[in-house]
């Protein structure tokens, strides 16, 4: 029998089965490489997933917070406005009212005047009352000349403080910064 094993074919079988087996063990080993590798890279895999997953939920938070400053700065903005808007409306009734009240009392007291010199028209005679002097380098006007009617001479005083208000408030309206404070950028970049 033995000689049965050491023909060429047993020899050339004894061979094969040798080199067989060596390939086997070559292959549990390329497997229990390739396994650990396998693993390796799952890990590094949930690992990638679990850091893409926080940085999207960091990124969520900071446009939330983001929002929340912007809607803060806009209320913000929205009520020094609104208290420009107030403070101004408050000045320009303030100085119309001023001005229609002067106006109201020049107009009474050149009435009262009128008056006075119809009831007493000798009244006047006597008292001296200097004259105004012309200002330098305009020539003198006759009086009346140029004048406004009190109805013209208050309308012109109105506009007069409307467009004073108005200038008054683009200026407050300027200085109010529209701009939030920066926000830290989100954790992790």
Known sequence: ??????????????AVSLALGILLLFQKAETRHWKKQSASFEQLYRQDQAAFATTVANYRVAADQARA??????????A???TINERTEHDFEARLAA???????????GLRASTQAA????AGRNAYVPGV???????AQAAGQNRFSPEDALTATEQAIQLDELIKWVR?????????KP???PPGD
Do not use: F, Y
Request: glycine share 6%.
């Open 80 to 82: 020094d406005q609104r």
């Open 119 to 122: 009831s007493d028209p000798g």
């Open 69 to 78: 400053a912007d809607r803060a700065n806009a209320e913000r903005v929205a």
């Open 1 to 14: 029998m033995m000689q049965r094993l050491l023909n060429v074919q047993g020899i050339a079988g004894i």
């Open 133 to 139: 002097p012309a200002a330098a380098g305009r020539p």
């Open 99 to 109: 001005a229609r009240a002067d106006a109201a009392n020049i107009h009474s007291w």
């Open 183 to 185: 926000v830290a950028s």
């Open 172 to 180: 407050r309206q300027a200085t109010v910064d529209n701009n939030p």
